[in-house]
């Protein structure tokens, strides 16, 4: 069972946008824990670069309580073996049970969104979705290193 502690939250929240905080808060409790924990490792590599902070943050926003722990393994599984069939499986359509599949493989552009849509900076949003300019490669780099080793 995954957990985060009060003061967890309250150090994203000194990172966050005021609409972000409530952004954050929406997300199931094991994304939450997984993102504190991406940030964390960040921090103690020595990055504090507030945009990239608020992108470790949010940067699963989007896979909200759709996204089950199956499709997760699942599509992790796909992803890796038959790709071409994962992206098969996937449906834009919202109602079908074939969605979460679509909201995993394009849930860094959603999650973006959601965190523009939410006060974060354009920067950020770049980072989530792994689109950083020239300057923040390096810290683009370190984002998908911390998220991978969760």
Same mark, same amino acid.
């Given at each position: 069972?995954?957990?985060?502690?009060?003061?967890?939250?309250?150090?994203?929240?000194?990172?966050?946008?005021?609409?972000?905080?409530?952004?954050?808060?929406?997300?199931?409790?094991?994304?939450?824990?997984?993102?504190?924990?991406?940030?964390?490792?960040?921090?103690?590599?020595?990055?504090?670069?507030?945009?990239?902070?608020?992108?470790?943050?949010?940067?699963?926003?989007?896979?909200?309580?759709?996204?089950? +722990?199956?499709?997760?393994? =699942? !599509?992790?599984?796909?992803? #890796?073996? %038959?790709?071409? @069939?994962? *992206?098969?499986?996937?449906?834009?359509?919202?109602?079908?049970?074939?969605?979460?599949?679509?909201?995993?493989?394009?849930?860094?552009?959603?999650?973006?969104?959601?965190?523009?849509?939410?006060?974060?900076?354009?920067?950020?949003?770049? +980072?989530?979705?792994?689109? =950083? !300019?020239?300057?923040?490669? #390096?810290? %683009?780099?370190? @984002?998908? *290193?911390?998220?991978?080793?969760?």
């Amino acid at each position: 069972m995954a957990r985060v502690d009060p003061g967890e939250t309250e150090a994203a929240d000194r990172v966050l946008p005021r609409d972000a905080r409530d952004l954050f808060a929406s997300m199931p409790v094991a994304d939450r824990r997984h993102a504190i924990d991406v940030a964390q490792r960040l921090l103690a590599a020595g990055h504090d670069d507030p945009d990239l902070i608020a992108a470790a943050l949010l940067h699963d926003a989007a896979k909200g309580h759709r996204l089950r +722990l199956w499709h997760r393994v =699942a !599509g992790v599984l796909l992803e #890796a073996v %038959a790709p071409r @069939l994962l *992206a098969r499986l996937g449906s834009v359509d919202e109602r079908s049970r074939r969605y979460p599949f679509h909201l995993y493989l394009h849930h860094a552009e959603f999650s973006a969104k959601a965190a523009l849509g939410a006060g974060c900076s354009v920067r950020t949003g770049a +980072l989530i979705r792994g689109q =950083a !300019g020239p300057d923040d490669v #390096a810290l %683009a780099a370190a @984002l998908a *290193a911390a998220d991978r080793a969760s």
